[in-house]
C-alpha cells in the first residue's frame, strides 16, 4: 500500500498562474482532506470532503477549489496564485473522525 | 480563535529523560485528542490518541493524559531517544459532531539533546 501519495513534490509558480495539486489514497477512505502549512501557523484545513461527492470550506478556503474525482482522489486548484499562497500543503486521508493520515506534502512558492 | 493551544514553541530535554508536552483546548465538545509527530520535509505521522472517556492511553515510550476538568492534556516520553526530536502537534475532533474536521495546534519542536 502506497498510503497518501501527492504530486508535485515541488512546485514555483508566478503570480497568476494556476496550478492543480493531485492527492490519492488507496486506503479506502472515505475522508479527504487539504491542509497548509506555515511557520508558527500549524496545520490549517483548507477544505476538506467527508465521503465523495462532497466538499466543504476549512479554515482558510479562499483562493483554493477542490475536486473530489472519486473516492481515491481529491485535489486541490489555485486559480491564480499568489505570493501569500507560498507555502507547504499536505493532503491528508481518514475513516470518519478519527487518525488522519498524511500524504509527503508539495512544496509551493509563488513568486 | 485557537481551540487547540500548544503554547510552548520548542522544548529541549536530555536523551533518557522524560519529555513532557502540553497542550489546552477550549472546546468542551471535543470528545476525541490525538498526537502526531512530524520530521523535516515529511508529513505528520498519527502517535497516539485518547477518548475523552479515558483519562490515560499508553503505547510503548508513549503515554497521552487527558484531564477533562482542566481541558488539558499531556504526552509523556519515556525514556526520550534522538530519533525523537520532531516537531509534535496536539489535535482534537469531535467525533458525535460527524462533521469530521480535526483542529490542530500550532506544535511544539522537541530537541532530544546527546
Known amino acids: 500500500n502506497a498510503g497518501v501519495t501527492q504530486t508535485p513534490k515541488f512546485q514555483v509558480l508566478k503570480t497568476g498562474q494556476s496550478m492543480t495539486l493531485q492527492c490519492a489514497q488507496d486506503m479506502n477512505h472515505n475522508s479527504m482532506y487539504w491542509y497548509r502549512q506555515d511557520p508558527g501557523m500549524g496545520l490549517r484545513l483548507i477544505y476538506y470532503?467527508?465521503?465523495?461527492?462532497?466538499?466543504d470550506k476549512g479554515e482558510v478556503p479562499n483562493g483554493y477549489n477542490v475536486s473530489r474525482l472519486n473516492k481515491r482522489e481529491f485535489s486541490l486548484r489555485l486559480e491564480s496564485a499568489a505570493p501569500s499562497q507560498t507555502s507547504v500543503y499536505f493532503c491528508?486521508?481518514?475513516?470518519?473522525?478519527?487518525?488522519?493520515?498524511f500524504g509527503p506534502g508539495t512544496r509551493l512558492t509563488v513568486t | 480563535d485557537q481551540q487547540v493551544k500548544q503554547n510552548s514553541p520548542s522544548l529541549s530535554v536530555q536523551e533518557g529523560r522524560i519529555s513532557i508536552l502540553n497542550c489546552d483546548y477550549t472546546n468542551s465538545m471535543f470528545d476525541y485528542f490525538l498526537w502526531y509527530k512530524k520530521y523535516p520535509a515529511e508529513g505528520p505521522t498519527f502517535l497516539i490518541s485518547?477518548?475523552?472517556?479515558?483519562d490515560k492511553n499508553e503505547d510503548g515510550r508513549f503515554t497521552v493524559f487527558l484531564n477533562k476538568s482542566a481541558k488539558h492534556l499531556s504526552l509523556h516520553i519515556v525514556p526520550s531517544q534522538p530519533g525523537d526530536s520532531a516537531v509534535y502537534f496536539c489535535a482534537a475532533s469531535h467525533l458525535m459532531n460527524r462533521d469530521d474536521k480535526i483542529i490542530f495546534g500550532k506544535g511544539t519542536r522537541l530537541h532530544i539533546l546527546p
Open positions: 485518547i477518548s475523552s472517556i479515558k
Open positions: 470532503s467527508a465521503s465523495e461527492g462532497t466538499t
Open positions: 491528508a486521508s481518514s475513516v470518519l473522525g478519527y487518525e488522519q493520515y
